[in-house]
């Protein structure tokens, strides 16, 4: 028997206000603050679970570029803070028995997989010497992938829930990037790059007045994604949009065509805003500058390979007292600018297939549709596992883990989540188990 939410939300909600207090008042600033934040984000979360990936990703990535000053850990420790208050929430509605049953899919044996090996490595990484904080380090490259993939799973159950966080993470990430279009730097596009092939989608099927909205704001997401310079984004995105085009059946070709020409009609308006003519001269001095200390790291990390193939030599490896150019001697690993090496290094073959296994599974099922929003999904995941040859982030490529749960979900559930906004019924019933042939 399910428990009624409102009750026991007040008393909770009037528990986390009191405790909300304490915290600011008790505690030192910087802890006091993360501490009601995360309170905070607990109780939005409570009431609505779907919002923990949209405000995570996105809100993650803003209070934690404010906030950390250009230390990538304190901005990893942002989102990790928002990706726990979540898993917080979502224990507190399993508790109360107000949270719908998680559905399965293809892929939930390969991510939990992959997280018992991340376990093992850790403690076979310490076993051999290397630095805890460095098996830190490795371990959260690991483990982003099935936290993200489990985040999805376990908080978008149903048809709504996909559609409002949908709807959320594109509202978001629109303010997000008109308030930074102008602003000289590297910014965004990875934000965007992720909202653009649903949104090809979405202009493919949506008619009148929706239609316009939609193909403004894809093509509004396309010109950031290019000002971003991030050469890694663009070879996914360009990779991605191709599989579209070739896999996309009718609608999403004609959607696919419509967004391009809105960005370029966005990109020519854009064009006489001095900040964006500003930003965009940063797209040549991307091109030009190349860290020399690429093939160093990626030679050294292949060379731990090299001497352990199968298993890597544990979470947390480096090699001391490397020569790169520029940068006279330091340690190298055990992330390197390469995703992959950076798995074959710290758990070796064996790691890789336990990586690649559920994404691939994923992409077998979403590249099976030509007009659903499960291609779009499938395409980007490609996206990313060819721009993680050479690139490989500092907060981890979460995105290998949120694609593949976004792909997988919507799999038999394809055209339901805009069936609201193109003014069909919105389907209440929980989505389907997603199975595909072993």
Not at 51 to 80: Q, W
Not at 170 to 191: D, K, N, Q
Request: charged share 10%.
């Amino acid at each position: 028997m399910r428990v009624p939410i409102v009750g026991p939300t007040v008393l909770l909600g009037g528990a986390g206000m009191g405790a909300l207090v304490t915290m600011v008042t008790l505690l030192p600033g910087p802890v006091g603050l993360a501490a009601a934040a995360g309170v905070l984000c607990c109780g939005v979360f409570l009431l609505w679970p779907w919002a923990v990936l949209p405000v995570g990703i996105i809100g993650g990535a803003v209070i934690g570029a404010m906030l950390s000053g250009g230390d990538v850990r304190g901005f990893i420790a942002v989102k990790v803070l928002l990706l726990a208050a979540g898993g917080v929430a979502l224990a507190v509605r399993q508790w109360l028995r107000v949270e719908r049953p998680t559905r399965r899919t293809p892929a939930d044996v390969g991510m939990l997989c992959l997280i018992a090996l991340t376990v093992v490595a850790a403690i076979y990484g310490l076993a051999v010497g290397n630095r805890a904080e460095e098996v830190l380090v490795a371990a959260y490259q690991m483990a982003t992938i099935p936290v993200y993939f489990f985040v999805a799973t376990h908080t978008l159950t149903t048809t709504r829930r996909i559609l409002a966080a949908g709807v959320l993470y594109v509202v978001l990430a629109g303010v997000f990037t008109a308030l930074a279009v102008t602003a000289p730097g590297r910014h965004g596009g990875l934000i965007t790059v992720i909202a653009i092939p649903p949104l090809i989608w979405a202009a493919g099927r949506l008619r009148g007045w929706r239609r316009v909205g939609v193909l403004l704001l894809g093509g509004f997401f396309a010109v950031d994604v290019l000002l971003a310079s991030y050469r890694g984004i663009w070879l996914a995105a360009a990779l991605a949009l191709l599989i579209v085009a070739v896999r996309g059946g009718r609608t999403v070709r004609t959607g696919l065509a419509a967004t391009a020409a809105a960005a370029i009609a966005v990109a020519a308006v854009l064009a006489l805003q001095p900040g964006v003519r500003d930003r965009a001269s940063e797209i040549t001095k991307g091109l030009e500058q190349s860290a020399g200390y690429r093939g160093v790291e990626s030679s050294v990390g292949l060379g731990v390979f090299a001497d352990q193939p199968l298993v890597g030599a544990g979470l947390g490896q480096s090699t001391r007292g490397v020569y790169l150019s520029g940068f006279t001697l330091t340690d190298v690993g055990p992330v390197y600018h390469a995703f992959y090496v950076t798995v074959l290094a710290n758990i070796g073959l064996v790691g890789l297939l336990l990586v690649l296994w559920p994404i691939l599974r994923s992409v077998r099922v979403g590249l099976r549709s030509r007009n659903g929003i499960t291609l779009p999904f499938a395409a980007l995941s490609c996206g990313f596992l060819a721009a993680a040859v050479f690139a490989a982030p500092t907060d981890g490529h979460w995105e290998l883990g949120l694609l593949p749960a976004l792909t997988l979900l919507t799999a038999q559930q394809e055209g339901a989540p805009l069936r609201r906004l193109a003014g069909a019924p919105l389907l209440r019933r929980p989505l389907h188990r997603t199975g595909v042939p072993a």
